[in-house]
């Protein structure tokens, strides 16, 4: 799929091969204190520069096909409340989740973010 929008450059974590991943599934504990034996997660993450992100707005995409879709949803926050964790937290995250749930006829969703305190919060 070719985009047609705005391309800018970031970079992203990706998870790094290893070996262990062919015998060993992928894990994080979220909700466990790890342990000397299990620790926190297994996962290996690559910082990878250069990354090129692509405005696809405008464009069919399939999760099936792509593993990503965009999502138009309506939220009963202003662009200045996202400034206000427990906003975001206590009405944004919640909505999310429902829209994500409604639009995969999911019956669980769970919203992964890089601020393990936020994600705790997430009820």
Known sequence: MAATGAVVESWMYFLKKDPKYDVERIYELRRQKPTAEVPR?????????GVQIHDVRGQEC?????????LDMDTK????DFNERNKVVGTFLPQLADAIKAKLNASR???????QVLLDEVK
């Open 41 to 49: 997660t297994n996962m290996l993450l690559e910082k990878v520069e």
């Open 62 to 70: 399939s999760f099936s096909t792509t593993g990503f879709f965009l």
């Open 77 to 80: 926050l202003a662009a200045e």
């Open 109 to 115: 969703v769970l919203l992964f973010t890089f601020d």
